[in-house]
């Protein structure tokens, strides 16, 4: 099965600085790599996505890029907010039948002033 | 557009009890899996319905079962409880065809499970 490991576990930063999280998978079958936020009390909402066509992908303030050959994929958030306070979660998959996701154990984010 | 609901929100049992977890997909999605999330971890995939049948399973035992109706709503039903079952269960509706995953995942608020 997959591993997947994110890295850090928990992270701190100043509101307007940026922060990156780092995912590393083992199941070289993956071609889907999205990101999760999870605020307290709710479900996951995916805020971002690449496959694996594509190196980079950018949505304003957030960005993801992966690295296939060493199996890693890393979500940026610059000029970060305070309503940027969540857990991510990283959770590589396949698209295909019975396909599914495996998600990371979390890094929680916490923006202060 | 409604968005995927579960019910109920909280509930507790006491271990051997048998529990059944609902929830209704995305308007238009066909597709729902389940997950298990454990406090301080992240979702565990337990299985995904598509066209009623189970359609990938993930490393959970047999007393975790499941049903999807012909509306795509779903049910999870977990027989003789264990306390390390307490947890929040996540469903998420999706819309790609034959069960796959083409983007995104829609999840509900969970159903938080407290055993005793």
């Known amino acids: 099965g997959e591993n997947v490991e994110q890295h850090p576990s928990t992270l701190s930063v100043q509101e307007g600085d940026s922060a990156v999280i780092k995912c590393t998978y083992s199941d070289s079958a993956s071609n889907y790599f999205p990101w999760y936020k999870q605020e307290l009390g709710k479900g996951p909402q995916l805020i971002i996505d690449i496959r694996s066509n594509v190196g980079e992908k950018k949505d304003q303030r957030i960005a993801v890029t992966l690295n296939k050959t060493a199996k890693h994929f890393s979500l940026h958030i610059t000029e970060t907010q305070p309503e940027d306070s969540a857990v991510y979660f990283c959770a590589p998959g396949y698209t295909g039948t019975a396909s599914k996701l495996t998600f990371g154990t979390g890094t929680r984010l916490q923006v202060t002033l | 557009e409604t968005g995927v609901t579960q019910s109920p929100t909280h509930l507790i049992k006491t271990r051997g009890q048998q529990v059944t977890l609902r929830c209704s997909s995305q308007?238009?999605?066909?597709?729902v899996s389940w997950y298990q999330q454990a406090l301080g971890q992240g979702p565990q995939f337990i299985f995904q319905y598509y066209r009623e049948e189970e359609n990938g399973r993930g490393n959970f035992p047999p007393r975790f079962s499941g049903l999807q109706f012909p509306n795509y709503s779903s049910e999870l039903n977990v027989n003789a409880l264990e306390l390390d079952d307490s947890a929040l269960y996540l469903c998420?509706?999706?819309?790609?065809?034959?069960?796959?995953?083409?983007?995104?995942?829609?999840f509900g608020e969970g159903s938080r499970l407290t055993v005793l």
């Open positions: 998420a509706s999706s819309g790609g065809t034959g069960g796959s995953i083409t983007g995104e995942l829609f």
């Open positions: 308007s238009g999605h066909n597709t």
